[in-house]
């Protein structure tokens, strides 16, 4: 399973487009994510950015980088809001995807 994943996390965060299957947080939209940040009890929150935070190391481990390093979980949590204020109908996985994008920009 674990290989499985990281193939996935690999495909998911190249610019070419990949048909994928998202497991676990990655699928609740953007306008749900907003809404659990904001209201939610912080450990929903936290559940969360530990998937995103996963994510963004499984692209790493995939490609043998080290994105997000020195970028804090509450930076990486105010990107993922603005993304989604933007974007309400796409989900915490195309945030995280932009995440990665915007990452590899630094």
């Known amino acids: 399973m674990k290989y499985i994943l990281t193939g996935i996390l ?9 048909v994928y299957q998202v497991q676990g947080a990655g699928t609740i939209s953007c ?8 209201n939610s009890p912080r450990l929903e929150h936290l559940a969360n950015m530990h998937w995103v935070q996963g994510f963004v190391t ?18 990486m949590a105010q990107y993922l ?17 932009e995440l990665v994008r915007a990452l590899r920009k630094r």
């Open 81 to 97: 809001e603005n993304y989604c204020l933007k974007n309400p109908l796409n989900d915490l996985a195309d945030a995280s995807t």
């Open 31 to 38: 306008g749900r994510y907003i809404e659990e940040k904001r």
């Open 10 to 18: 690999l495909f998911s965060a190249s610019s070419t487009t990949l």
């Open 58 to 75: 499984g692209v790493n481990y995939a490609e043998s980088n080290n994105l997000g390093a020195g970028i804090d979980m509450n930076a």
